[in-house]
Nanobody
Framework: QVQLVESGGGLVQAGGSLRLSCAAS????????MGWFRQAPGKEREFVAA????????RSADSVKGRFTISRDNAKNTVYLQMNILKPEDTAVYYC?????????????????WGQGTQVTVSS
């Protein structure tokens, strides 16, 4: 069992930065690939970024490439999402997810555990 708690969301002006954190409990964090997803009002939950168990491999959605960076600290059981050059269209609830597998995936249905989400609002 893995419990995930996101933090770091908030209100920021366009062009600004935020860093989201996701703290994981349980013994499987280091054996899990991790992902960030987001869901804007009236839209489907979409993939943002993912990172492998070791942190050696990452993937990002085209919409955030060059602006968002995913990383993890297995000693702290925490995964991060550094978000720079934020745009109003980045406004959404951001969710952390864990997949107990070494296989990196962008598909939300492949993830086993989800956090409650943290709101990110970018004003223009």
């Amino acid at each position: 069992q893995v419990q995930l708690v996101e933090s770091g969301g908030g209100l920021v002006q366009a062009g600004g930065s935020l860093r989201l954190s996701c703290a994981a409990s349980g013994r499987t964090f280091s054996r899990s690939s991790m992902g960030w997803f987001r869901q804007a009002p009236g839209k489907e939950r979409e993939f943002v970024a993912a990172i492998s168990m070791s942190g050696g491999s990452t993937r990002s959605a085209d919409s955030v490439k060059g602006r968002f960076t995913i990383s993890r600290d297995n000693a702290k059981n925490t995964v991060y999402l550094q978000m720079n050059i934020l745009k109003p269209e980045d406004t959404a609830v951001y969710y952390c997810a864990a997949r107990v597998s070494r296989v990196l995936t962008t598909a939300k249905h492949d993830y086993d555990y989800w956090g409650q989400g943290t709101q990110v609002t970018v004003s223009s």
